[in-house]
């Protein structure tokens, strides 16, 4: 059993910056860490389909990013604390979403969202112009 819970999605002015939190827990990680697990980030705009935005890979944490965050987004993980982050800077209208963390068993940190096997409950940014 995993349950992630994200923090830190709020109203933010057009170039500002957010950073955001995804904290796992669960029977899963009495002997593991996020390290065990590909850890992603993904949103859903209203009316548009969920996607991805960025990811970690398990183990030695290769990043992978959307081409539309590429350079503005960071994904990164502590270990000790079971938590992922995703800091977000040069913010626009187009980022505005409800922001989901997911963990991937497998540990490829695919942009696919079917690949992920658990799911936050999700953390709404809106970015005001």
């Known amino acids: 059993q995993v349950q992630l819970v994200e923090f830190g999605g709020g109203l933010v002015q057009a170039g500002g910056s957010l950073k955001l939190s995804c904290a796992a827990s669960?029977?899963?990680?009495?002997?593991?860490?996020?390290?065990?697990?590909?850890m992603g980030w993904f949103r859903q705009a209203p009316g548009k389909e969920r996607e991805f935005v960025a990811s970690i890979s398990r183990s030695v944490g290769n990043t992978y990013y959307a081409d539309s965050v590429k350079g503005r987004f960071t994904i990164s993980r502590d270990n000790a604390k079971n938590t992922v982050y995703l800091q977000m800077h040069s913010l626009n209208s187009e980022d505005t979403a409800e922001y989901y963390c997911?963990?991937?068993?497998?540990?490829?940190?695919?942009?696919?969202?079917?690949?992920?096997?658990?799911w936050g409950q999700g953390t709404q940014v809106t970015v005001a112009s």
């Open positions: 669960g029977r899963a990680f009495r002997w593991s860490t996020v390290s065990n697990y590909a």
């Open positions: 997911a963990a991937d068993s497998s540990g490829r940190g695919t942009p696919s969202y079917r690949e992920y096997d658990y």
